[in-house]
């Protein structure tokens, strides 16, 4: 395998981990994705509620919950925790990939991942801004994780710690996560 090469944004600077470990999906653990996920959208709150609106244990906006009733007739609290992760596990894995910003250039089953987590956390739209920039400078989007650390912080840290498990700032050496999980994570 190739080694990652760099691509340097001085409007985003790059997170400094030395040779980041290319993802390869199919040896990880869905399950722990989900709960990384979980960890960074709501720190295993399920009761949190944001001041943009966002809702519960994976913070599911309320237009996002709008569409969901639309798509599925399928109604309820978003601080049911089963209900918030029926939003979010529809919105990964039917509504993300609807998105051409996400299925073009049949992505690599990391990239594909990676989109989709960069697209719920930043937004479609933003994703599909950036991919478009990235790839007027010759970037390969589709085959690579490059990208990520193009992104703004709190996305590329989003991925990054999501995937890879490693995030630069927040949560040196995954401490918080490992307590929080300690605590409550698994089980739930």
Not at 46 to 52: G, Q
Not at 105 to 131: C, E, F, I, Q
């Amino acid at each position: 395998m190739e080694p990652l090469k760099r691509i340097e944004n001085p409007k985003y600077p790059v997170s400094r981990i030395e040779d980041k470990p290319e993802v390869v999906l199919p040896t990880i653990d869905y399950d722990e994705l989900k709960r990384r996920q979980r960890f960074m959208e709501s720190g295993f709150n399920d009761n949190l509620k944001s001041s943009s609106g966002a809702k519960g244990r994976y913070q599911i906006m309320p237009i996002t919950h709008k569409e969901y009733i639309q798509l599925t007739g399928n109604t309820g609290d978003l601080m049911d925790p089963t209900y918030n992760e029926q939003i979010r596990d529809f919105y990964m894995e039917k509504r993300l990939p609807q998105f051409e910003v996400i299925k073009e250039g049949n992505p690599t089953d990391s990239v594909l991942y990676a989109k989709k987590l960069a697209a719920y956390n930043w937004g479609p739209g933003n994703l599909r801004k950036h991919m478009i920039r990235l790839k007027k400078k010759g970037v390969d989007v589709d085959n690579s994780m490059d990208w990520v650390d193009t992104m703004p912080t709190e996305p590329r840290n989003y991925v990054n710690f999501i995937l890879r498990g490693q995030d630069v700032n927040k949560y040196k050496n995954n401490e918080e996560y490992q307590k929080a999980l300690e605590k409550n994570g698994k089980n739930k």
